[in-house]
């Protein structure tokens, strides 16, 4: 097949107009393709919800105009979507403010919760974001820790520590810290054990809260290890630690930051009371009224009192026959692969439990503002999603109701999930988490194969 098109069947058609052809440039970026006709579908050529927040961010900063998520469902060729902004006022694009300097800086709403966490219980590497990746070929190691120096002077986070000032959480950011990489000089059965001891607990009022490692196997062979705490970086900002240190190390610029994590945890918290989150909150209030079920999984063993963070995981791979049927399930109900699957796991939790009202929690990339993009920080927000499978549904109509939940929930993303579980004046129970038991996620972070 011709590199970079994606066939789908869609014949070609060039842009007329200055606003498909500004679509088709928003487009390429986004899908990271290299030809984009104005009638070919959004989600037949690589896109999903995760690239579609994106999009609309992108269409916001660039072309002034906001369009919601459902819409980008809606109107998912360049074509519908060209004539939605045509038919629109536009609507000027905000930056985020920078906030002026201090010693002391407010935390987001994700990285309070992840601090309190951190605080409530030895949660020990819990939270920790290991890292680790085969290096063939020959390696300079003072380059290696020189672009890892600089990637360090770029994003504040990685010199930021967490303390708590008047009873609450602040992060404070460091002019300069203390870093090395870890060297060892190993076989390839010593360097399991190697690998083992580099993931160990971080002490969040010591920054840098990232560490990176070395293990030379042969000469021309290493392991690099990197290991980050959640509380600074999410799936997306491992993706751009990867790329920026690959520019590093082969010596190229990167275009300066305009805003730091700081700014954007300033502006968050500046949020919390305008209209917009007002009605997000609202949503969240309606959709987990009256009584809240809880899911009683039949289990082998008595629950413990304590949730603990021991557990298992169990592989699997999905055949490429069976692949190809949820992709047709998700495009003969105009969803998503995300959504078809989410379909499938509450219908599962439904035929386990009986239960026709389930609570599962998602993880959502949580970057609403195209300031955002190049920023490593914790962004992530929880969602809790409320579900209604009932044994006598139609699988097909099912599929469209747990569309229709997930693009409510996508639109309301911005409000905190902890002053969800505070609103909602929850009983505290050491042995669950307060809203869900389970949760689902479908990694579709973009990472691709690196060449230095």
Known sequence: APEGSVP???????????????????????????????????????????????????????????????????????EQMAQLIEGRERIAYASIPLVEE???????????????????????????????????????????????????????????????????????????VAFEVEYNQASQEEAEEHIRRFIRPFDLAQAPLLRVGLIQLKENEHILLFDMHHIVSDGVSIGILVEEFNRLYEGKDLSPLRIQYKDYASWQQSQVHNQQM???????????????????????????????????????VVDHARSMGLRQLAAQTGSTLYMVLLAAYTALLHKYTGQEDVIVGTPIAGRPHADLESIIGMFVNTLALRH???????????????????????????????????????????SRHPLFDTMFVLQNTEQGEDDL
Do not use: C
């Open 278 to 316: 007002i009605k997000q909150e609202a949503y969240w209030l309606n959709a987990f009224d009256g009584e809240l079920p809880v899911l009683d999984l039949p289990t082998d063993y008595v629950r413990p009192s304590v949730q603990s963070f021991a557990g298992d995981r169990i592989e699997f």
């Open 388 to 430: 209604y499978p009932a044994g006598e549904k139609m699988f097909h109509d099912y599929v469209q109701e747990v569309k229709e939940t997930s693009l409510k929930a996508f639109e309301n993303q911005d409000y905190p999930f902890e002053a969800l579980v505070d609103k909602l004046d929850l009983k505290r129970d050491m």
């Open 102 to 176: 201090s010693e002391y800086y407010a935390v987001s709403s994700a990285q309070k919760r992840l601090y309190i966490l951190s605080q409530l219980g030895d949660g020990g590497i819990s939270y920790n974001m290991p890292g680790i990746m085969t290096v063939e070929g020959s390696l300079d190691r003072e380059r290696l820790e020189e672009a890892f120096r600089k990637l360090i002077q770029r994003h504040e986070t990685l010199r930021t520590s967490f303390d708590v000032v008047n009873g609450e959480p602040q992060q404070k950011v460091h002019p300069e």
């Open 8 to 78: 789908t069947g869609t014949e070609y058609v060039a842009p007329r107009t200055a606003v498909e052809a500004q679509l088709v440039e928003i487009w390429q970026q986004v899908l990271g393709i290299g030809k984009v006709g104005i009638r070919d579908n959004f989600f037949e050529i690589g896109g999903h919800s995760l690239r579609a927040t994106v999009l609309i961010a992108k269409i916001h900063k660039e072309m002034n105009s906001r369009i919601l998520l459902r819409e980008v469902f809606q109107s998912s060729t360049i």
